[in-house]
């Protein structure tokens, strides 16, 4: 017997030495998804033998009707369909090599010759032939007939399909390709009830469509079928890690009107995490290459900061008539903000807005609100992070890295400096892969969220301001910052403490005065009687 090895993807998968001595040489060689097969000559006969992969193996070979000659080529079109060309005459082979029939034409049913310059293959099961005299054969791998549907097309290097099943041309020209798309014309009518599909009505267009991380868009596809068939609408988005569909269905069935049947679906979709531009497609599902491609609608779908994205933090003060001197400059004491002396801050109006004047002994816990323009969309419910603009270190976190249940040590303002941001952000509710836990569980847990942590101020009077910014990158893909103030009023201030503690010292010192007279007056008297009482 002899020996031939057998290369996948550029790699020996196996070395077979169980083919017939006679075979001698081979004929054509494709892959698909059962594995490679192989025309070999036997002498003047052809066989078609699988090499399964699971099993290391080829399966037996089955005589083709056809004889190559050294003038086959094979491509694998589909999962179960092979393309054999030998010369101009085109042949279905199907994987296991048991089935063999020409190519035939599907206005009339004559068989299609052709010499191909290349084949592509579509996501739907498609496939394109471009021949050397410009023309391009177009079916489905469900079918054995093929239609002509452009002739004549000048100097074209290849054929190709998008990742939605639209067709093109590619001309390469002084090292840049140029794509030109192939419309779907087949010139000669067909009736309803050949292609099924007659008509079919669509939200998607054209246009692009703009969304947000965990934001979505909403689709609506009708298509009516006739001669009983139940019509089916095939959605698809490239890549499809970018967006998340959910489909529902409503069918109505006029059976009574020559058995129309009326499909919608409504189609939703939600942006991932990634960034990048998706394709959509809505085709209604049709098996005649003949058949107009009707309703196959398609929108572009960014995922992206829209341009109008901001954040705001709810009820927040609109207007400050209740407060004296807003636009007005303040003092923080030294030991507040960790120097030797006092810092004078001018507070900004147009840049903090009105603050939020609140109690000393109440959490602080913003409400953080996604806005397109001036319209809310969404709560934040994911991480986010304060900073505080003067450095105060008068206030604190309730949750301590222990109570927030970190498994390592999360990262902080110190740490990660003013550009923290949902480009770095590492929760640390995992331990480490390299080893290590979680040191210094008692510090403080700086990052908030609606449901957890919050801020405690001083029992002081002061005033704060924060810049805000959303950590989380699962939130949106903008970089979403705010700023806001909070005045702590209904809380005594330094001078006020001084004074009462004066007022305090004052009359403790009096009443001490009292209380040593007092003292003096009673010890005199009792003295005194003593005295009257000892005298002879």
């Not at 036997?42 to 089955?62: I, P, S, V």
């Not at 269905?249 to 990048?276: C, E, M, P």
């Not at 959509?280 to 900061?305: F, H, K, M, Q, W």
Request: aromatic share 12%; net charge negative; glycine share 6%.
């Amino acid at each position: 017997s002899s020996a031939m090895a057998v290369l996948y993807e550029g790699q020996i998968v196996d070395t077979v030495s169980t083919l017939p001595q006679s075979m001698d040489s081979i004929e054509a060689v494709t892959v698909s998804y059962f594995g490679v097969m192989v025309a070999m000559k036997d002498g003047t006969k052809t066989y078609w033998l699988q090499y399964d992969r699971k099993t290391a193996a080829f399966t037996n070979g089955h005589e083709l009707s056809i004889q190559c000659q050294g003038d086959c080529t094979m491509y694998g079109i589909c999962a179960h369909m092979n393309l054999l060309a030998k010369n101009s005459d085109l042949y279905f082979v199907t994987s296991n090599g048991l089935s063999l029939s020409q190519v035939t034409s599907q206005v009339d049913g004559t068989p299609l010759t052709a010499n191909i310059k290349n084949v592509a293959i579509g996501p739907n099961n498609e496939w394109a032939i471009l021949t050397t005299d410009n023309k391009i054969y177009y079916g489905y791998c469900s079918r054995s007939s093929a239609v002509n549907i452009g002739s004549g097309i000048v100097d074209t290097d290849q054929v190709m399909f998008d990742n939605v099943g639209d067709l093109y041309t590619v001309k390469n020209s002084n090292g840049q390709k140029h794509l030109y798309y192939v419309h779907m014309s087949v010139g000669y009518s067909i009736s309803s009830e050949d292609c099924q599909i007659k008509n079919s009505v669509s939200t998607l267009s054209s246009y692009l469509v703009k969304i947000d991380n965990g934001e979505f868009s909403q689709y609506n596809t009708s298509v009516t079928s006739s001669n009983y068939h139940y019509p089916r609408i095939t959605y698809q988005s490239y890549p499809s890690n970018f967006l998340t569909a959910n489909v529902s269905s409503t069918v109505s069935a006029s059976h009574h009107v020559r058995g129309d049947t009326t499909l919608t679906q409504t189609f939703n979709i939600t942006g991932n995490d990634v960034k990048g531009l998706s394709v959509v497609s809505a085709t209604p599902d049709s098996d005649n290459p003949s058949c107009p491609r009707a309703g196959n609608e398609i929108t572009y779908v960014v995922l992206d900061c829209p341009k109008t994205r901001s954040i705001r933090i709810q009820d927040k003060p609109a207007s400050c008539a209740n407060l004296d001197n807003v636009n007005m400059t303040f003092v923080i004491p030294a030991d507040y903000v960790n120097q030797d002396t006092e810092r004078v801050v001018v507070y900004d109006m147009a840049e903090f807005g009105c603050p939020f004047v609140w109690k000393y002994g109440n959490v602080f816990v913003p409400d953080v609100w996604i806005y397109d323009g001036d319209e809310a969309i969404r709560p934040v419910e994911f991480d986010f992070v304060v900073r505080e603009l003067n450095d105060r270190n008068d206030f604190n976190f309730t949750l301590t890295r222990e109570l927030a249940g970190c498994q390592r040590d999360p990262q902080t303002w110190e740490e990660m400096g003013q550009g923290w941001s949902s480009e770095d952000y590492e929760k640390c509710f995992t331990a480490p892969s390299g080893g290590g836990s979680l040191t210094n569980g008692d510090f403080q847990y700086e990052v908030l969220n609606r449901t957890s942590n919050g801020i405690r101020f001083a029992k002081h009077k002061g005033r704060y301001t924060f810049e805000l910014t959303v950590i989380d990158p699962l939130a949106s893909h903008c970089t979403l910052k705010t700023k806001f103030s909070v005045w702590i009023e209904e809380a005594p201030s330094l001078t006020d403490m001084g004074m009462i503690t004066l007022i305090v010292s004052f009359f403790g010192n009096v009443m001490g005065v009292f209380s040593l007279y007092f003292q003096y007056k009673t010890s005199k008297k009792v003295q005194q009687m003593v005295d009257s009482l000892l005298k002879p």
